[in-house]
DNA sequence: CGACCCCTTGAGGCTTCTCAAAATCCGTGG
DNA sequence: CCACGGATTTTGAGAAGCCTCAAGGGGTCG
């Protein structure tokens, strides 16, 4: 009867309190063969890139950053819990999502490695963010962030035009999930993959996905089922071929443009 | 078999070009009994409301701003269009649309008086914008308006937590689109109705809503059939009535509350 | 009064959902 | 190396919700 009851995933209870611990317990915990030192900076760099910060500014920085390396499907924060940090995002994925009282869900977006999390949120998280893979993630605290922006122009107005892209992405998923069909809805989809992947250096021709058919299905306002269903048309139509559940080759790239509906 | 075929509007064709004659001929043009002077300073107004602007940019303000009547039902600007103005909205209701080229449109979002227009533009249009009433609009050029916007920090800031809400809203429309019905859509659009003529101070008991059915079925991606469908669903429930197709009583809010899902 | 537009209501069809079972994948352990 | 168990994906059959097509009301304007 109604949509996407049976898409709810269990995750797992959110380790947040995590960040408090050492890197090398961290690693430890989550059995990461990682870098240890890896991201001791990564929101520094994020930070710098964007708003050129003065070598005291990044050390003031520095010095506020946790990061932590989350296993699969842990819970980062959630919807109605007080925003008190940014975070960004060094490697891994990242679902955000937002949900009704009875447990369908909606992922309104997947982030990947150099993006940011909770940058437009004023008190209180409107959504909920959970890691899709193992995923390395750094916070900063909130306040010293907004002075820091504040103080810095360069850095506002990176913020102004990262929120202003999420708002068209998100019209585009307005977009796609009033007005398409599900095969439309999944070569969308497909080519949004293909486009980021190409954009952050990653292979492109088999193309991975680092989502369950669940989590596609919560973004595409579909069900399991149907989404299964259109890979198997995309399939039989020769537009793409599956290595496996997730990994894809698209062999008809037009082909697949033409049947996502886009002007 | 796509939806939305059907509801895709005659739109007249857009006097953008009106802006460039004297308020009076406009007046006169699109037969508005109005007050002649009323709105030659809402640009400046808006603008002074959020960043505090000193009486010498107010001027510059004030010689940049173009301002005009429009009847309902006439495009604003159209996607794909080069972005070189951003507008206010004086008096009147505007919806803004992203279309697939075979015409099905979605409405992404209802502006009324006071809210922006144009402004998470970078140089092209995303979205279009159409009048749903007569309306009184403003516009500027975006070029000294964004040099205006970074030597004033309080209106950067005023401009990022604006596209935040918008951002926010955009996500609320996705969880709509993906995970509702067609009663709870019906049911949270009358909510989302009710709390901004809340807000904006006007009355809420008879509700008017300034689109016809056309228009709330392009913007909760339904059908006009099934809008009016909904309509008369809650009508027999009791939760609301029709004193015609544009003027509503809710006799239970907290009915619609429970009927729109929400948690 | 008639034309037009918008809204409402009805009947039937199609896409997607629900429920169910089979197939595939993957890590584990014998 | 292969068998096993759990989770995920695929596939099938039937039901439900929404869409399409169509006709009938109610209001407004000439």
Request: aromatic share 4%; hydrophobic share 40%; net charge positive.
């Amino acid at each position: 009867m109604l949509r996407g009851m049976k898409t709810a995933p269990r995750t797992h209870t959110g380790p947040v309190h995590a960040f408090h611990e050492s890197p090398e317990k961290l690693l430890e915990r989550s059995g990461a063969p990682g870098p240890k030192d890896h991201c001791r900076s990564c929101t520094v760099r994020s930070l710098t890139i964007c708003g050129a910060l003065s070598p005291e500014d990044q050390a003031r920085v520095a010095s506020l950053v946790s990061h932590v390396i989350l296993g699969a499907r842990h819970e980062i924060f959630h919807e109605g819990e007080p925003a008190d940090f940014v975070y960004t995002i060094t490697s891994g994925h990242v679902a955000i999502s937002r949900s009704l009282s009875d447990g369908r869900r909606q992922i309104t977006g997947f982030l990947g490695p150099g993006d940011f999390l909770g940058l437009a949120v004023e008190s209180e998280h409107h959504n909920s963010a959970e890691t899709l893979t193992q995923a390395h993630i750094c916070r900063y605290p909130r306040k010293p962030f907004r002075q820091l922006m504040h103080a810095i122009p360069a850095l506002e107005q990176k913020l102004l035009s990262i929120t202003a892209d999420e708002l068209n992405l998100a019209q585009d998923q307005i977009l796609l999930l009033g007005r398409k069909t599900a095969l439309e809805r999944l070569a969308s989809f497909l080519l949004l993959l293909r486009q980021r992947a190409a954009a952050s250096g990653m292979p492109v021709d088999p193309l991975r996905l680092p989502m369950t058919r669940s989590e596609v299905a919560d973004y595409l306002g579909l069900t399991i089922e149907t989404v299964s269903r259109s890979f198997g048309k995309l399939r039989k139509l020769g537009v793409i071929s599956l290595e496996n559940a997730e990994t894809i080759r698209v062999s008809k790239p037009e082909q697949l443009s033409l049947l996502s509906g886009a002007g």
